[in-house]
């Protein structure tokens, strides 16, 4: 395991772009989700604000029917009929244990993505799926302890062994979420964020995480198909937006606390910030 690397926010130049006079929706990238449930529809709502915000040509909901009729409610853009996508986003407010049509959908879309956002209840199908995409996943600790015990067996003692050995295991991206966030790459390459604001500390902003990412892999699929290895340098930039977003909020605020609904506000402007 390598020593982290420090991220400056000029990191986000090389992935965040304008959309050109030939671009088109699908040219701007279609990320799909798989999200929400009849207990945590807010995690669908959230996932797909943030990737909205953050630029992406479009958003396929392949969750609940329940779900995907409030998604529509809320960000009638979005399409809910099956098609074709550049990433996807699984997991984010699907409780376990899973039951059978949750983990359907969520294997579904994994068959159908080449790049995948994994966070919450989506992590439980590493420890019974054969194969999957190029994928991020996005643990809080208790999380990563978890999958680590699912994946890797044994104990480890803190958050930075368990995200080296699950993703040398499993040959994904670990974003561990926490004040101090870092991505572990498959082959033990580290990267730290800034300290973010403690107001990041809130409901929902891992769904925005998810959401974030979600739309940057989409947006840079052609990067990320022909260089595989760029993608937790993706991750990296996905969770630095998260972080200067949050920052942004709470600046808006007087230095104070902030909602999720501040943070996905906050996005387009850090993004038009550090346009490439």
């Known amino acids: 395991m390598s020593s982290p690397v420090r991220v400056e926010p000029d990191f986000l130049t090389d992935w965040v772009r304008a959309p050109g006079a030939k671009d088109h929706k699908y040219?701007?990238?279609?990320?799909?989700?798989?999200?929400?449930?009849?207990?945590?529809?807010?995690?669908?709502?959230?996932?797909?604000?943030?990737?909205?915000r953050t630029g992406v040509g479009m958003v396929r909901y392949f969750g609940p029917a329940e779900v995907a009729s409030m998604v529509v409610m809320s960000h009638p853009e979005v399409v809910v009929a099956p098609g074709a996508v550049d990433a996807c986003v699984v997991g984010s407010g699907v409780p376990t244990p899973l039951e059978t049509p949750d983990r359907d959908r969520m294997s579904e879309l994994l068959a159908l993505s080449p790049l995948?956002?994994?966070d919450a209840g989506g992590l439980d199908l590493f420890s019974s799926l054969d194969s999957f995409p190029p994928s991020i996943l996005t643990p809080h600790t208790k999380e990563l302890e978890k999958l680590y015990t699912q994946v890797c067996g044994g104990v480890a003692r803190d958050d930075a062994t368990r995200s080296?050995?699950?993703a040398a295991?499993?040959?994904?991206?670990v974003v561990a979420k926490g004040s101090l966030t870092t991505i572990t790459s498959p082959g033990g390459a580290v990267w730290?964020?800034?300290v973010a604001t403690p107001w990041l500390a809130t409901a929902g902003t891992g769904d925005a995480l998810a959401g974030i990412l979600g739309a940057l892999a989409a947006?840079?699929?052609?990067?990320?198909?022909?260089?595989?290895e760029a993608v937790p340098e993706l991750a990296v930039a996905g969770a630095l937006l998260h972080n200067l977003a949050a920052q942004k909020a709470s600046q808006r605020n007087g230095g104070g606390p902030i909602t999720v609904g501040d943070l996905c506000s906050a996005l387009p402007g850090v993004v038009g910030r550090y346009l490439g």
């Open 164 to 166: 080296a050995e699950v």
């Open 27 to 52: 040219s701007r990238g279609v990320v799909g989700f798989a999200t929400g449930s009849a207990t945590y529809p807010g995690a669908a709502l959230i996932g797909i604000e943030a990737a909205l």
């Open 219 to 228: 947006a840079n699929r052609d990067t990320v198909s022909a260089t595989p």
């Open 192 to 194: 730290e964020l800034p």
């Open 169 to 173: 295991t499993l040959g994904v991206t």
């Open 116 to 118: 995948a956002i994994v």
